[in-house]
C-alpha cells in the first residue's frame, strides 16, 4: 500500500526557512513524478513544486521560483522542499503526491495527510 507521509511543518516568521519532508514507500517510484501541493485557507489547493523521480528534473510555480527548492533522495525514498525567505502568504496545508508519469491524465495518484505551515508577520 502506498503511503506518503509529510514532516516539518510549522510556525515561521517572515523571512524564515522551513524544510518539509515527505516519506514516501508501498512501491518503486522511479516512473513517478513528485510534488508538492498547498492550500491556504479558503483557497483552491495550488501546485507548488514538482520533481521528477528518475531525472530529478524540477518545476516551480512562480511565486516560489528562488525560495523554494525541490530534492529527492533516492536512497531513502525521501522527498523535501527547502522553503526560504518565507512570506505570511505561503501559509497553507502543504501536502505530498505522486503521479505515474505513464498516465496522461493531470491528475495525481497518491497523496499525503498534509501538514501545516504558518508564516507570521
Known amino acids: 500500500q502506498v503511503q506518503l507521509v509529510e514532516s516539518g511543518g510549522g510556525l515561521v516568521q517572515a523571512g524564515g526557512s522551513l524544510r518539509l519532508s515527505c516519506a514516501a514507500s508501498g512501491r518503486t517510484f522511479s516512473s513517478y513524478a513528485m510534488a508538492w501541493f498547498r492550500q491556504a485557507p479558503g483557497k483552491e489547493r495550488e501546485f507548488v513544486a514538482r520533481?521528477?523521480?528518475?531525472?530529478?528534473?524540477?518545476y516551480y510555480t512562480d511565486s516560489v521560483k528562488g525560495r523554494f527548492t525541490i530534492s529527492r533522495d533516492n536512497a531513502k525514498n525521501m522527498v523535501y522542499l527547502q522553503m526560504n525567505s518565507l512570506k505570511p502568504e505561503d501559509t497553507a496545508v502543504y501536502s505530498c503526491?505522486?503521479?505515474?508519469?505513464?498516465?496522461?491524465?493531470?491528475?495525481?495518484?497518491?497523496w499525503g495527510q498534509g501538514t501545516q505551515v504558518t508564516v507570521s508577520s
Open positions: 503526491a505522486a503521479k505515474y508519469l505513464a498516465r496522461i491524465s493531470t491528475a495525481y495518484d497518491y
Open positions: 520533481i521528477h523521480w528518475s531525472s530529478g528534473n524540477t
